[in-house]
């Protein structure tokens, strides 16, 4: 089972695979926005990844990256399977942006349909 590793929150035992933003969300108990619901349309669920940083990505999350010019400084986390040890900085939350809700929930599977690259950077 990974662990992964909020920072400044704890570590926390995580199912293999579980998608990142509900690891987040769930397991370490922290309001990480995901305002698309996981469609890797808005870039709130973005995270910095302190370490375990996945190979692959999926091409929606590419895409977002170079949209919003985060292409080395941020994961998404609704793209991202907990397949192994992982460290994070979640860097949106309800209480960070002042909103008054995360956005709708994320299903298990990732969205859109995931079509996973080799990481280009
Ligand atoms: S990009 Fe919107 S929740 Fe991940």
Known sequence: MPELEVEGVGTFDVDEDRRLVLAIKDDAGVNIMHSCE???????????MLEGDPEDMTQAELRMLEMRDLVGEARLSCQ????????????MTVESVGASDPGGIPTEEVTPEAIFDERPY
Request: proline content about 0%; glycine content about 4%; aromatic content about 4%.
């Open 38 to 48: 996981g469609y890797a349309r808005c870039s709130t669920c973005r995270v910095e």
């Open 80 to 91: 991202i399977l907990v397949e192994h040890d992982m460290k994070v900085r979640v860097l």
